[in-house]
């Protein structure tokens, strides 16, 4: 089975850099996703890890390390806009199809 | 491209009713997938269809099915709903898994809020 671990909630101010971290126990996937979802809204698509490293995309990074069963987003320069619920996500090899697998969801609050 | 469409946004029924609920992927895309969200275990895989066929199905009751048709709109059906069964339920697409990443990325619809009373 799979499984992943996220912090539930993270609080930073604006401006400001902050990161979160997603831990994993599978047995093999493809890659990592990132998804954010505003309250009452839909997970919308961060990003995507196939390999080990970094990815940016704007004033978010995503970071994969498969040795570590561990990744993270990096959301940069933070604004209001940014307090969401951000989820890691991965599907899985074994099974076939395309069943993802979430984390258990980080709640991030950016304030004044 | 117009995003995934679900329908309806908001529906509320009584216990031992029955649902369903309906998806129109992003064009082109082939592969549809349902989830539910509920505050207490979060995003749950429930099923997934590609070219009409169920391919991948979650841990939940026989309750809960689906079908897709050939222009991959997608429908899930719950029968006898229970208190429970209250949730987000969310569904996305993509284009083409078999291929690997990115084509196995998903896009979420703005899902429908079912509230069982």
């Known amino acids: 089975g799979q499984s992943l671990e996220q912090p539930s909630e993270v609080t930073a101010v604006e401006g400001a850099i902050v990161q979160i971290n997603c831990t994993y126990q599978t047995s093999g996937f493809y890659g990592l996703s990132w998804y954010q979802q505003h309250d009452g809204g839909a997970p919308t698509f961060l990003s995507y890890?196939?390999?080990?490293g970094l990815e940016e995309t704007g004033r978010f990074s995503s970071f994969l390390s498969r040795s570590d069963s561990y990744g993270y987003l990096l959301l940069q320069e933070l604004q209001m806009k940014d307090s969401a619920s951000y989820f890691c996500a991965v599907r899985g090899i074994t099974g076939g199809g395309n069943k993802l697998t979430f984390g258990t969801g980080t709640q991030l609050k950016v304030e004044l | 491209k117009a995003g995934v469409t679900q329908t309806p946004r908001y529906l509320i029924k009584t216990r031992g009713q029955q649902v369903t609920l309906s998806c129109s992927p992003i064009?082109?895309?082939?592969?549809v997938s349902w989830y539910q969200q509920t505050p207490g275990q979060g995003l749950q895989f429930l099923f997934e269809y590609f070219s009409e066929t169920q391919r991948n199905k979650g841990n939940f009751p026989g309750r809960f099915s689906g079908r897709q048709f050939s222009n991959s709109r997608s429908e899930m059906n719950v029968s006898t709903l229970e208190l429970g069964d209250s949730a987000l339920y969310l569904c996305a697409s993509s284009l083409d898994p078999s291929r690997g990443p990115p084509t196995d990325t998903q896009y979420f619809g703005p899902g429908t809020r079912l509230t069982v009373l």
């Open positions: 064009s082109g895309h082939r592969s």
């Open positions: 890890n196939a390999l080990d």
